[in-house]
């Protein structure tokens, strides 16, 4: 069992009752030198909360009594060498991290700096103790055996927000678990459907996107269910090259779980004869 944290600098008070963010703050690195309700985000201000950010991920470590996270689904989307605030440390660690690396403090604080300025994207973990996953508009979950309250009273005095929140790219599912996807990484899992529940006890779970298989740079599987939240719709599985949603290579549609699970299991037999 995981102890789920939603950590980020957003008050939950500044979110309506559907769970929208009023507020105009900025939400991106790139935002620097931009105009906000606080004023222009200056690199000194966000340097300021990157850095709680990392100093969060190094608590939970500690609160964990672990040293290492290893490298898991890792994208590297622009080399930042070119950026003005890049450190040459930045440079060779973008450069010549990959996955299965096993990291320490001192260079988990370099990835979550480029996850966090999105020059690459990847989940931090360590087996079953903890993980780390970013997403979009600066939010970070981080899942912990421990519940480290005391861990997390330190990161709210800090300034920063903790809310109990499913992270969205947590893997446990035991229908997910039994895919045979040979080589692909699961990089997005949303999959929380029972399959004994009924569909009008369990609608939010229908969204338009589930589950996300990545194989490589430029292929993956998409599984969402269309059309969302309709109990007349079906599961669809999308074959997806260069990120080209509107022209998927190929497309299957299911209705129950087993039909789903051979529609991924052809899908990713589909992706293999192509790479070969």
Avoid at 17 to 34: F, H, M, P, Q
Avoid at 51 to 59: A, G, T
Avoid at 78 to 105: I, R, S
Avoid at 204 to 224: A, M, T
């Amino acid at each position: 069992m995981f102890f789920h944290y939603q950590v980020t600098k957003y008050n939950p008070c500044n979110r309506d009752v559907a769970g929208r963010y009023l507020k105009n703050e900025w939400t991106s690195y790139c935002d620097i030198g931009k105009s906000f309700c606080d004023g222009i985000l200056s690199f000194d201000d966000y340097i300021d909360v990157e850095n709680k950010y990392i100093e969060s991920v190094l608590q939970f470590m500690n609160g964990n009594q672990i040293r290492l996270l290893s490298i898991v689904a890792l994208e590297k989307k622009k080399n930042p060498k070119y950026d003005p605030h890049t450190t040459a440390l930045m440079t060779d660690v973008f450069e010549d991290v990959k996955n299965g690396d096993a990291v320490t403090a001192d260079i988990i604080d370099v990835i979550c700096r480029l996850i966090l300025r999105e020059f690459l994207w990847c989940k931090l973990e360590a087996n079953q103790v903890m993980q780390v996953h970013f997403s979009y508009d600066y939010y970070m979950f981080i899942l912990s055996r421990s519940s480290c309250n005391g861990v997390v009273q330190n990161i709210e005095r800090r300034g920063l927000f903790v809310e109990k929140y499913k992270s969205p790219y947590f893997i446990n599912d035991a229908f997910v678990n039994s895919l045979n996807i040979m080589d692909g990484v699961i990089v997005y899992n949303e999959f929380d459907i029972d399959e004994d529940l009924p569909f009008h006890d369990q609608p939010d779970s229908f969204r338009e996107h589930v589950l996300r298989i990545q194989f490589g740079h430029n292929l993956l599987i998409d599984v969402g269910w269309r059309p969302a939240f309709n109990q007349n719709g079906s599961f669809v599985v999308a074959i997806i090259k260069h990120y080209d949603w509107q022209k998927p290579i190929k497309r299957f549609k299911a209705k129950s779980f087993k039909a789903l699970k051979k529609s991924i299991e052809d899908a990713v037999l589909i992706i293999k004869h192509q790479t070969r």
